[in-house]
């Protein structure tokens, strides 16, 4: 057997009381209720490099979910990501208290111009040591866009075009507008810089204009390592043509077949298909012995919210399922309605046992993780390494709970395995360093870098 390659570990989470926890803020162990101190994150990163984790990745949204119920209140009646506030502003905090953990945020190409955009990942490339990467994604729910001043989400199409645009913005502004050599610190001299090494992208667009060089020196990595999420083909074509990971539901189907349609979407559009890195979800609940594990895994689902489960699901269906009765049965429910479930129809079909009420599915839904001792979680953890899968990203079920008991009882598991590497690289090493083993550059071949040594 070919010797195995040690996965990536990424930790999810969010600033906000309630990520994919639904709920679990309640629970007297839990610490997300303290997510507006910054000791509590500080915390949280320690035990995550304790656990040799690769990137702590924090998720984001600009309004709240209201498709559940036709507003907003369901979402802050249970915490589900709102309220929420902005993850990018804690991340050179949490660099400074940690020597390896890597940091990536996410940000809506409709929520800022690219150009100040660029400043703030350059300051925070700087900041981190070169150890940032950022979740390109367009957006979703519909109040992003009207408080956005969009009147509304532009349609899928649109977002995508201007996704395509904003990246060929910034890519100028870190590639190409400040030569290698242009930064000189010539203290006899006093001549900072080399102007004449510092060009303009002169870029005029369909939906951007920008016209200057950009404000800030080159940063480590340059182009921070980018990540998007999503399940479309069209985000399946932009993770090919720009992504070196992608955050997807690989296990929604046939894994191996996911895995497989992205690799070749990448190997379609010019690139190595081994060079995007293929990361998918994972939680599990840990105990010494089986029985510990499960018995625990049924306290969490007596505290997870239904409600907050259902309003992902609305989300995620883009149907409002506020108007299901818990206790219909899912028989019932699929004999009575049709296009209005959207895609929940599809998962109530597959339910395993169409007797079971819509309550019961539901919690079922929310259960769908690894339980066990360090040993069965750690098989889980190579099901999905044979399934091809480049790394897992792990979702908390109780923080910080989840990552200590990673750290002090799976690590070791893992390390032993060859799943995860058994040592962090050197201080100083980029996150692309880390997690490519090459330079901290993006290569020549990404669109980014291509013609990336002329002057705009």
Request: no cysteine; proline share 6%.
């Amino acid at each position: 057997m070919a010797r195995r390659m040690p996965l990536l570990f990424s930790a999810f989470n969010m600033l906000a009381p309630s990520h994919h926890d639904h709920g679990q803020w309640v629970r007297d162990e839990s610490g997300q209720r303290d997510y507006t101190r910054p000791e509590y994150w500080v915390d949280v990163a320690r035990t995550l490099e304790r656990a040799r984790f690769d990137l702590l990745f924090f998720a984001d949204v600009l309004a709240p979910y209201e498709l559940h119920g036709g507003s907003r209140d369901a979402a802050l009646r249970t915490g589900l990501q709102a309220p929420v506030l902005d993850a990018a502003s804690i991340l050179a905090l949490l660099a400074f208290h940690t020597e390896h953990l890597g940091f990536a945020f996410t940000e809506n190409v409709l929520q800022e111009p690219p150009y100040s955009f660029a400043r703030r990942a350059s300051t925070l490339d700087h900041l981190t040591g070169g150890r940032l990467g950022w979740n390109v994604v367009t957006g979703s729910i519909p109040g992003t866009g009207r408080n956005l001043g969009y009147g509304g989400l532009p349609e899928h199409a649109d977002r995508y075009a201007r996704a395509e645009e904003y990246l060929r913005v910034v890519y100028a502004l870190w590639e190409r507008s400040w030569e290698d050599d242009a930064v000189v610190r010539d203290r006899a001299t006093g001549r900072y810089a080399d102007p004449a090494k510092i060009h303009s992208i002169n870029h005029s667009g369909e939906f951007y204009d920008v016209p200057g060089a950009h404000p800030s020196e080159p940063s480590p990595q340059r182009t921070p390592v980018l990540f998007t999420a999503g399940a479309s083909d069209r985000f399946a074509q932009f993770a090919a043509d720009h992504a070196e990971g992608v955050f997807s539901s690989i296990e929604v189907g046939d894994p191996a077949a996911n895995v497989a349609r992205l690799r070749a979407a990448a190997a379609a559009a010019g690139r190595d298909p081994a060079s995007l890195k293929i990361i998918s979800k994972f939680a599990f609940v840990l105990g010494s012995t089986e029985e510990e594990a499960r018995r625990l895994d049924d306290e969490l689902a007596e505290t997870r919210s239904v409600e907050s489960l259902l309003i992902k699901l609305s989300e995620g269906a883009k149907a409002d399922l506020s108007v299901l009765g818990h206790q219909e049965r899912i028989s019932d429910i699929l004999n009575k309605t049709g296009d209005e479930l959207g895609g929940f129809r599809a998962q109530l079909e597959r339910a395993p046992d169409h007797a079971w009420t819509l309550e019961r599915y539901v919690r079922w839904h929310g259960r769908r993780h690894a339980v066990g001792t360090p040993e069965q979680i750690a098989d889980a953890v190579e099901h999905w390494a044979d399934v091809g899968v480049d790394g897992l990203n792990v979702h908390y079920l109780i923080s910080p709970g989840s990552w200590e008991d990673f750290a002090d009882h799976l690590t070791p598991e893992l390390t032993r395995r060859g799943l995860m590497r058994a040592e962090y690289d050197p201080p100083g090493t980029t996150l692309r360093e880390r997690l490519f083993g090459a330079g901290a550059r993006l290569p020549a071949s990404h669109p980014a870098r291509r013609g990336a040594l002329q002057p705009a």
